[in-house]
């Protein structure tokens, strides 16, 4: 199996702060990397998919990056419902496997 | 607008079968467009991809829970499901079903359903 490595596990920021989480692949997955976000007792809500591309509707602040084993997420201005937990994906092959969470709070 | 919803029994007993069910709406649930997957998560934990099929029926399983699991399409219903056979207090989650996108990205997600397994 792949193994998903997020960094860091938690995270505090301010209103308005830059922030980026980071996603390390066991191996090379190419671009095969999506991104979520989850709220506490809500289903996760896709962002980002293919490493790179911003999901219809997700606001432009989220951005994606990396190929190959590291990618990172970030979020160029937080805004108060930014503040949650973020999940990373792989979808290279399976058993798809996610990273273990990076939770977002408030600083 | 594509809306998924779970439903089955909130209660399992151990050494039973947790049976859920997704319904589709929105959208065909045999149409070549579209993946459904189950994905969970345990209390305060991290998520699992426990399968998937395909509009040509084909199905992925999670293959540390290959040997209980079985997901399959109604389509006269427009609905699929998961069977997971032998339950154990450890299979305790919320369950989640969603469609897939390319590439195999858990898109539309269900609010899920919590699963407890105990007598």
């Known amino acids: 199996d792949i193994q998903m490595t997020q960094s860091p596990s938690s995270l505090s920021a301010s209103v308005g702060d830059r922030v980026t989480i980071t996603c390390r692949a066991s191996?090379?997955?190419?671009?095969?990397l999506n991104w979520y976000q989850q709220k506490p007792g809500k289903a996760p809500k896709l962002l980002i998919y293919?490493?790179?591309r911003l999901q219809s509707g997700v606001p432009s602040r989220f951005s994606g990056s990396g190929s190959g084993t590291d990618f990172t997420l970030s979020i160029s201005s937080l805004q108060p419902e930014d503040f949650a937990t973020y999940y990373c994906q792989q979808s290279y092959s399976t058993p798809y496997t996610f990273g273990q969470g990076t939770k977002l709070e408030i600083k | 607008q594509l809306q998924l919803q779970e439903s089955g029994p909130g209660l399992v007993k151990p050494s039973e079968t947790l049976s859920l069910t997704c319904t589709v709406s929105g959208a065909s649930i045999s149409s070549r467009n579209y993946y459904w997957g189950w994905i969970r998560q345990p209390p305060g934990k991290g998520l699992e991809w426990i399968g998937s099929?395909?509009?040509?029926?084909?199905?992925y399983y999670n293959p540390s829970l290959k040997s209980r699991v079985t997901i399959s399409v109604d389509p006269s219903k427009n609905q699929f499901s998961l069977k997971l056979s032998s339950v154990t207090a450890a299979d305790t989650a919320v369950y989640y079903c969603?469609?897939?996108?390319?590439?195999?990205?858990?898109?539309?997600w269900g609010q899920g359903t919590m699963v407890t397994v105990s007598s």
């Open positions: 191996q090379s997955i190419s671009s095969y």
């Open positions: 969603a469609d897939i996108i390319n590439p195999d990205a858990f898109d539309i």
């Open positions: 099929i395909y509009f040509s029926g084909s199905t």
């Open positions: 293919a490493a790179s």
